[in-house]
């Protein structure tokens, strides 16, 4: 089981900008690709963004140009930043590991998510 700690998901105002963090070991960081996932309400689970264990980076199509994902070394830490929110960026997010781009299975198990509101 890969720990992981999601944070930093609630209500956003269109136009803002979301900033996810997934708190994870130190050895996660160093052995696993991560990404970030997104699921709305009666929806599929999609992929968001992903990195690899060396910085190598991948975005879904049509939200590339609003995000960036990292990594935090410093602070064991996956980060996303998504800016100019809209309301359909309202689902609820997770990260996982072992993947760094959308066809591909993680191998972690999925938590709670990180729930996130966008509405004026």
């Known amino acids: 089981q890969v720990q992981r700690v999601e944070s930093g998901g609630g209500l956003f105002q269109p136009g803002g900008s979301l900033r996810l963090s997934c708190a994870a070991s130190?050895?996660?960081?160093?052995?696993?690709?991560m990404a970030w996932y997104r699921q709305a309400p009666g929806k599929q689970r999609e992929f968001v963004a992903g990195?690899?264990?060396?910085?190598?980076?991948n975005y879904e199509g049509s939200l590339k140009d609003r995000l960036t994902i990292s990594r935090d070394n410093d602070n064991n830490t996956l980060k996303l930043q998504m800016n100019s929110m809209k309301t359909d960026d309202t689902p609820n997010y997770f990260c996982?590991?072992?993947?760094?781009?959308?066809?591909?299975?993680?191998?972690?198990?999925w938590g709670q998510g990180n729930p996130v509101t966008v509405s004026s």
């Open positions: 130190a050895r996660t960081l160093r052995a696993y690709d």
């Open positions: 990195i690899n264990t060396v910085g190598r980076t």
């Open positions: 996982n590991v072992g993947c760094s781009f959308a066809k591909c299975r993680p191998v972690g198990s």
